[in-house]
């Protein structure tokens, strides 16, 4: 059973940079999609960012929020995804999870998360 493993995620002022890190176990995901999705208090879960698997060419794409700002990454020899982020806004304050959709299952696969905090 994979497991996923965030980490990276702190505290830093409007216009700082954090590199968030998943970290995968129990499997390889090379053939698998990754992504993130975020949740701020009160709100609902959404898309940040994904990436496709090898058979993709490494596609990505972007909520619009994040868009030229953050860029979502992998390196399957490591079995781990990052996310980039740079320019950081209040407004992405979240919890961040990632993801990994494994096409053998169907199902997805989810961290625990990792909290960013961004001050004004």
């Known amino acids: 059973q994979m497991e996923l493993v965030e980490s990276g995620g702190g505290l830093v002022q409007a216009g700082g940079s954090l590199r968030l890190s998943c970290a995968a176990s129990g499997g390889t995901f090379g053939n698998d999609a990754l992504g993130w999705f975020r949740q701020a208090p009160g709100r609902k879960r959404e898309f940040v960012a994904v990436i496709g698997g090898n058979w993709s060419g490494g596609v990505t794409a972007y909520a619009d929020s994040v868009k030229g700002r953050f860029t979502v990454s992998r390196d399957n020899a490591k079995n781990t995804a990052y996310l980039q982020m740079n320019s950081l806004k209040p407004e992405d304050t979240a919890v961040y999870y990632c993801?990994?959709?494994?096409?053998?299952?169907?199902?997805?696969?989810w961290g625990q998360g990792t909290q960013v905090t961004v001050s004004s």
């Open positions: 993801y990994v959709f494994r096409w053998s299952t169907g199902r997805f696969i």
